[in-house]
C-alpha cells in the first residue's frame, strides 16, 4: 500500500529526511517532572512532519518505555509495543553482550540511558546561526511544563565526514513510499516501507506487531488510523518507528596513530585506513561501483552500485571491512553466490536456530536508515598523529531507525558487527567498533585480516578500542496523531 499524503502530514520528517540542510543541531534528553504540564506541551508541540520540506527550524520528539509510563499510558497498551523497547537497551545483561557494550563500554559507564534513562529525546535542527534561538524556545517552553533536562547533546557540522575523517552517510536505504517494487530475490536499495514505518507490510509481506487499540474501549482511539489488517482496531503504531540512539566516542588519536604504526611496505597508513573502512576516505568503494541497482539514483553508482560478488575473495574489500559487515549486500554466505534454493533456505533463516549462526543473512531484512550526527571536533590524520595538536572529544550521536529492533538494529550490531565468526571469519569484530573483547573461550577478537592475491592473508594483532559508548536508548518516534493521543490527560 502507498503511503498518502495525509500520512506524510501525521509522519515525523526524520522519517523522510536526515535535515543535511539543517546543519546545527542539538539532542535534548527530557525527564517528565509534571505529568499534567508535560501533556500539555506533547499536545501542542510544534513537530516538524514529513509534509514539511522547507522549514528553517525544526523539531522531532521521540518517547521512551519509561515515558510513557510516565505520561500515564496504560500497561495494557503499552504490551503492544516490543519488548526490546519496553526492557530498554540497558535492560539486561544478555542484551549489553550481544551489543557488545562490555568492558570501557559497559553501561555501568554510561553518563546517561543506564542511571539516567531519559523519557523523551527531543531532535533541534536549524539553518546556520539559527539553532542557539531555536534551542531556547524548545529549551525554555520545555522546563516550563513539566520537563527537566537530564543532557544537552551537542553536535558539530563535519561537512559531511565522520570523526576518523571519512566520508559519511554515503549508504542508506530508498523507502519504497509508492509500493512499485515487486519481491524478488535479488539486491535492491529500495527497501518496504513496513520496515521502517509500522503499520505497513514489511519485507516479509507481513505487519509488525504492535498496539491495536478499541476506539469504543480506549478515549481518544478514535482520532488514530485504522489499522489496515484490522479495521475494527485503531492503530498506534501506524507512522511510528522505533528509534536507537548511542553515543559514540571517538578516539581519533588512537587509530590514526596506530594505523600509522601497522603501516608497513606498500601497505601506507591511508591504504590501510580505508582496507579497514572499506571505501577510501573521499567515499568511494573499494570495490569499484558499475551497476544499476534498483533503488540507488543512477548518479551515484560510483559510490553505491556495487555488490560483493564483484570480490569474492576480498581481494579488494576485506571480509572483515566496516562496510561489509554493516551491509553485506549480496554476500548470503562465505564464497559468494548460491543457488535458488540454497539463497532461500539462507534468507528465510530455515535450519539456523540461532542468529549468530546465519553468517550473513540477506540484507533486506536488515536495514536500518541512520540519522546520526557527529560531535566535537574534525581532526586530519597528520594532525592525530601530531602530539602537539588539540585533542578534542569528538564522536558520533548514532541514530536510527526501524519497525523490528531486534531483527534490525540489535541483528546488524550482534551478528555483523560484533560477531567473530562473521562471513567465516575466526577472530576478529568489526575494525573501527569492536570492544576487543575475547569470546568466551578465550579466543582474541582484536586482528583484522587482508587477503592477498598470492593467498596470503596479511593480519594486523592487537588492535586496540577505538569507539566507546557513553551512552543509549530505545525510543519511539511517534505520528503526530499519536504522539496527542499519548499526551491526552490521564
Known amino acids: 500500500m502507498q503511503v498518502t499524503s495525509s500520512d506524510f502530514d501525521d509522519i515525523q520528517g526524520l522519517l523522510r529526511s536526515g535535515y543535511a540542510n539543517l546543519t546545527e543541531a542539538s539532542f535534548l534528553l527530557l525527564r517528565i517532572v509534571d505529568r499534567a504540564a508535560a501533556c500539555t506541551w506533547l499536545a501542542e508541540a510544534p513537530v516538524t512532519s514529513a509534509a514539511e520540506r522547507d522549514a528553517a527550524a525544526v523539531l522531532q520528539v521521540a518517547i521512551s518505555a519509561t515515558g510513557m509510563r510516565a505520561l500515564g499510558l496504560e500497561e495494557s497498551i503499552l504490551a503492544g509495543f516490543s519488548a526490546e523497547f519496553l526492557s530498554g537497551i540497558a535492560g539486561d545483561e544478555g542484551r549489553s553482550r550481544r551489543l557488545g557494550d562490555l568492558a570501557a563500554s559497559a553501561t555501568s559507564n554510561w553518563h546517561w540511558g543506564f542511571q539516567q534513562v531519559p523519557d523523551l529525546l527531543a531532535m533541534l535542527y536549524a539553518k546556520p546561526s539559527g539553532l542557539t534561538t531555536w534551542r531556547n524556545r524548545v529549551a525554555t517552553e520545555a522546563f516550563r511544563k513539566g520537563f527537566e533536562i537530564l ?3 551537542p553536535t558539530s557540522d563535519m561537512r559531511g565526514h565522520e570523526p576518523f575523517g571519512f566520508a559519511d552517510g554515503i549508504s542508506q536505504p530508498e523507502i519504497d513510499w509508492q509500493a512499485r517494487r515487486l519481491p524478488d530475490l535479488g539486491y535492491s536499495n529500495l527497501i518496504s516501507v513496513g520496515e521502517f ?12 506487531d504492535r498496539p491495536l487499540l478499541d476506539p469504543t474501549a480506549d478515549l481518544g482511539a478514535d482520532k488514530l488510523p485504522p489499522a489496515e489488517d484490522d479495521a475494527s482496531r485503531r492503530d498506534l503504531g501506524r507512522n511510528g518507528s522505533y528509534l536507537v540512539m548511542r553515543e559514540l566516542r571517538q578516539d581519533v588519536r588512537r587509530f590514526w596513530r596506530f594505523v600509522s604504526a601497522q603501516a608497513t611496505g606498500n601497505t601506507s597508513v591511508v591504504r590501510l585506513a580505508e582496507a579497514m573502512v572499506g571505501r577510501h576516505v573521499t567515499g568511494e568503494p573499494l570495490v569499484p561501483g558499475t551497476r544499476q541497482i534498483c533503488g540507488i539514483d543512477p548518479t551515484d553508482i560510483a559510490r553505491n552500485g556495487f555488490t560483493f560478488d564483484d570480490d569474492k575473495n576480498g581481494l579488494r574489500c576485506p571480509f572483515g571491512a566496516h562496510i561489509r559487515r554493516a551491509n553485506p549486500r549480496t554476500g548470503d554466505m562465505p564464497g559468494g553466490q548460491q543457488g535458488l534454493i540454497e539463497r532461500l533456505i539462507r534468507m528465510l533463516g530455515v535450519f539456523h536456530s540461532d542468529l549468530q549462526e546465519d553468517l550473513v543473512a540477506a540484507s533486506r531484512f536488515h536495514r536500518i536508515i541512520r540519522r546520526g550526527r557527529e560531535f566535537g571536533r574534525l581532526l586530519s590524520p597528520d594532525q592525530a598523529i601530531d602530539p602537539a595538536a588539540p585533542d578534542p572529544a569528538s564522536g558520533l550521536h548514532f541514530i536510527c531507525l526501524n519497525a523490528n529492533i531486534s531483527r534490525q538494529f540489535e541483528f546488524v550490531q550482534n551478528a555483523w558487527l560484533m560477531s567473530a565468526k562473521f562471513d567465516g571469519l575466526g577472530n576478529e569484530s568489526d575494525p573501527l567498533l569492536g570492544n576487543r573483547e575475547p569470546r568466551p573461550a578465550g579466543t582474541p577478537t582484536d586482528s583484522f585480516g587482508m587477503s592477498l592475491p598470492n593467498g596470503v592473508t596479511r593480519r594486523v594483532c592487537g588492535l586496540p578500542q577505538f569507539v566507546t559508548v557513553a551512552g543509549g ?18
Request: hydrophobic share 40%; aromatic share 22%; charged share 20%.
Open 151 to 153: 543532557q544537552d547533546l
Open 197 to 208: 514505518l509500522l503499520g505497513y507490510k514489511n519485507e516479509y509481506g507481513l505487519y509488525t
Open 473 to 490: 536508548g530505545y525510543f519511539f518516534l511517534p505520528g503526530l496523531r499519536a504522539l496527542r493521543f499519548m499526551a491526552r490527560a490521564s
